[in-house]
């Protein structure tokens, strides 16, 4: 199975910060990553497709880049209803894999 | 607008069955491939089972094979996940969701426990 090991697991960040959240695979994934952005009790919410698509309707302060087999996502200009669990999937192979995921807090 | 809607969980015994159902509408379900992911209380996301748009192929993680079996009846734009042998481990929130994940229901929350 592929692994994605997802870092940081948690960190805290203030408005208007620029902060970056990394996934590794274990193998070569293409760029068959999306991420994703769950706030408590609510279901998860496509950000980013194919490594560095912007999802539909998602802000543009949003971005995901790819650098080898560490796959970003980076938020430009941190926004208060950007606090939230962010997850990264591979989708290439069955059994697909989710990284364990980022809590971001607002400091 | 695409809505996925679940129904069908709740409280079940370990060893016994759960069939939850997953209610597609504002899309041509039949076009897409369907997948099933879930969350354990307090935890990350899990994929559970994808089926093809046609039904024709299924894909398991190797800690639900031969319990669970995800299916779909096109003209009721319906997606499935029986359960059966529940262990407490299956505990979670099931999302469905359409195979890119660009589409997801609010989930159902399946407890297993004596």
């Known amino acids: 199975d592929i692994q994605m090991t997802q870092s940081p697991s948690s960190m805290s960040a203030s408005l208007g910060d620029r902060v970056t959240i990394t996934c590794r695979a274990s193998?070569?994934?293409?760029?068959?990553l999306s991420w994703f952005q769950q706030k408590p009790g609510k279901s998860p919410r496509r950000m980013i497709y194919g490594a560095t698509n912007l999802a539909a309707g998602v802000p543009s302060r949003f971005s995901g880049s790819r650098s080898g087999s560490d796959y970003s996502l980076t938020i430009s200009s941190l926004e208060s209803e950007d606090m939230a669990i962010y997850y990264c999937?591979?989708?290439?192979?069955?059994?697909?894999?989710f990284g364990a995921g980022t809590k971001l807090e607002l400091k | 607008e695409v809505q996925l809607v679940e129904s069908g969980g709740g409280l079940v015994q370990p060893g016994r069955s759960m069939k939850l159902s997953c209610a597609a509408s504002g899309f041509t379900f039949n076009n897409y491939d369907m997948a099933w992911v879930c969350q354990a209380p307090k935890k990350g996301l899990e994929w559970v089972a994808t089926i093809s748009y046609d039904g024709s192929s299924t894909y398991y993680r190797d800690s639900v094979k031969g319990r669970f079996t995800i299916s779909r009846d096109n003209a009721k734009s319906t997606l499935y996940l029986q359960m059966d042998s529940l262990r407490s481990e299956d505990t979670a929130t099931y999302y469905c969701a359409r195979r890119r994940m660009d589409a997801w229901g609010q989930g159902a929350s399946v407890t297993v426990s004596s």
């Open positions: 999937l591979q989708s290439i192979q069955y059994p697909n894999t």
């Open positions: 193998q070569d994934i293409g760029n068959y």
